[in-house]
């Protein structure tokens, strides 16, 4: 059996990015995929500004611009039927530009991404699906699973990568997810062509039961995402009298109930199936065994609310890399030595996280979320620095900190207004 030196498990964003990047450093990499690509995913499509130039280095960047993508300006936002204030990328400091962000359909981009892959010496296996792994003196060195024609296969390798996404093969084998307590989450999503969208913005609208992320994919479509708490899925089933609604009807109930996303759709059509994901957020315990790291989404993942998934997918799978070339040239791959890797991402990324936490709070209360809304919209400065935090091209510190929570929950006086636009005490926005 031929051994490989490293296996990554996972076709995905984080998964290829791994792959091209340890191509780069003249590893010999096989990727499996259970998939057959071009394959789709649920996602808000919507890519980070910060991930620009890691697509760049990767060498996929040029081909996404090759179809022409769609490109948002930043983020507009309506707090329980506002209107929307719309939020634009900060002026990058080195290129004198505001940035603006990728909105590609998955099934495009992650097609593109393994197409690059299958352009180097990487050996893709599509349709392999991983069971379990092999192990060596309690260190993991391979893995086993099933072929599309459900003949099983044994790959062997000195370092294993499992960049599988949500239901990660190490997530069941080594009982690894935390799921929150709580119901936690569902997520909806469906294409749209003919959405009425009134600029180039990823549209985010706050109300009850839940949120939506509506943005242009480009050719006339949309992507209408839609998160509620399991729970109100639950009771508004049990409250119908005559049984079980079935996904999509909730889904379209929900979009309009909301007035500003009313108009948005009223003259669109939805173009494929309603799609949902359960249990959004979710933490990982550390690895219990050498010879194995965990990328992406099989890391954990928070929820969509501010869009970075992608992004930390790539940078993680960036940071991975670094250290398991490390690990070959010393020939450690133990634990330990591994969990450097855990340690950087945390430094990286504590930060985000910590906001992605704080923002969800405030969203899902009213009065907080109105106010928010109503700082940012006086103060064009704290709305573009949240935005450049959530875009990942300024680093988090600049907003996780108490003067900065302060500013977002202290309204300024009217009088010092120098947004775009002012909300006024109905809660919709003046222009100035
Ligand atoms: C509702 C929703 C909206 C989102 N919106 C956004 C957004 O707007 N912007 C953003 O940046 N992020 C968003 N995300 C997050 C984003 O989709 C993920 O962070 C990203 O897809 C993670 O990439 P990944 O490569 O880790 O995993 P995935 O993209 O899930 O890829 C995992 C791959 O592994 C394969 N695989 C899994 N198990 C096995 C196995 N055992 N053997 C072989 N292959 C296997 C799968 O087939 C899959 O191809 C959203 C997520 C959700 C749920």
Not at 7 to 29: F, K
Not at 111 to 122: G, N, R
Not at 228 to 244: A, I, N, P, T
Request: with cysteine.
């Amino acid at each position: 059996m031929k051994t490989f030196d490293i296996i990554v498990i996972g076709g995905g964003p984080a998964g290829c990015a791994m792959a091209l990047d340890l191509n780069c450093r003249g590893y010999d990499v096989a990727l499996c995929d259970q998939a057959k690509f071009p394959r789709d995913k649920v996602c808000g499509e919507f890519i980070s500004p910060g991930a620009d130039p890691i697509l760049e280095q990767l060498g996929v960047l040029a081909s996404i611009e090759a179809l022409v993508p769609k490109r948002l300006k930043g983020v507009a936002i309506s707090s329980y039927e506002s209107a929307e204030l719309e939020m634009d990328y900060p002026v990058s400091t080195e290129t004198g530009l505001r940035p603006s962000s990728l909105s590609v359909p998955r099934f495009q981009l992650d097609a593109l991404f393994i197409k690059k892959v299958q352009s180097t010496s990487v050996k893709v296996f599509e349709q392999h699906k991983v069971t379990d792994f092999i192990f060596d003196n309690g260190c993991v060195a391979g893995v086993h699973g099933w072929d599309e024609n459900k003949t099983s296969f044994s790959l062997k390798a000195k370092l294993v990568v499992d960049a599988g996404g949500r239901n990660a093969v190490s997530l069941r084998k080594f009982s690894l997810k935390q799921e929150p307590k709580g119901n936690g989450k569902i997520a909806f999503s469906a294409h749209w062509q003919g959405v009425r969208l009134p600029d180039d913005y990823c549209y985010m609208h706050v109300s009850r039961p839940g949120y939506t992320g509506i943005s242009s994919v480009g050719n006339g479509r949309a992507n209408v995402v839609l998160v509620v708490d399991r729970s109100v899925l639950d009771c508004e089933r049990v409250e119908k009298v005559e049984g079980v609604e079935k996904p999509e009807t909730f889904y379209h109930r929900v979009l309009m109930k909301n007035r500003r996303r009313r108009e948005m759709l009223q003259d669109a059509e939805r173009v494929e199936p309603v799609r949902s994901v359960e249990s959004l957020a979710f933490a990982v315990r550390p690895v219990p065994c050498s010879g194995l790291v965990l990328v992406g989404d099989a890391m954990g993942f928070i929820d969509p609310f501010t869009g970075e998934g992608i992004y930390l997918s790539l940078r993680s799978s960036q940071i991975a890399s670094e250290v398991i070339h490390a690990g070959f040239q010393s020939s450690n791959f133990s634990r330990n030595f591994l969990s450097v890797y855990d340690k950087r991402r945390q430094e990286e990324f504590g930060g985000k996280f910590l906001l992605s936490r704080v923002l969800q709070w405030l969203i899902y209360n009213r009065p907080f979320c109105n106010r928010v809304l109503k700082s940012l919209s006086t103060n064009r400065v704290l709305a573009e620095t949240l935005v450049g935090v959530i875009g990942d091209i300024l680093p988090a510190k600049k907003v996780v900190s108490m003067k900065f929570l302060f500013q977002l929950l202290v309204s300024p006086f009217a009088g010092e207004a120098n947004g775009k636009g002012l909300l006024s005490r109905d809660n919709s926005l003046i222009a100035k």
